[in-house]
């Protein structure tokens, strides 16, 4: 069985490994990353824009259903108000 000191002395040995290896790694991924960025000419603002797909992440969706005796409004998310739940929603689209 082995003693504390050595036991110490190889998580420093470990403890050294890993940080070579997450810093080899990342080294890697960044050359990755660049290779294919300049392949197709891609900018910040291609990687880290709000949108993807031409929608906006997590911002408001337009209601897309209206309840014509109330005004209130849903935009097809999520479960069903009470006022279109079970009937025909053609007849409620905005």
């Not at 997590?58 to 079970?86: F, L, Q």
């Amino acid at each position: 069985m082995s003693s504390y000191k050595e036991l110490l002395a190889q998580r420093e040995q470990l403890d050294k490994q890993i940080k070579e290896a997450i810093a080899r790694e990342k080294a890697d991924g960044i050359a990755k990353a660049k290779l294919i960025i300049e392949q197709y000419g891609l900018s910040a603002s291609d990687l880290f824009s709000r949108k993807a797909g031409g929608k906006s992440a997590g911002g408001k969706v337009a209601p897309k259903y209206r309840n014509p005796s109330t005004g209130e409004t849903w935009t097809g998310r999520g479960k069903a108000p009470k006022w279109i739940e079970g009937r025909d929603r053609s007849n409620y689209l905005i």
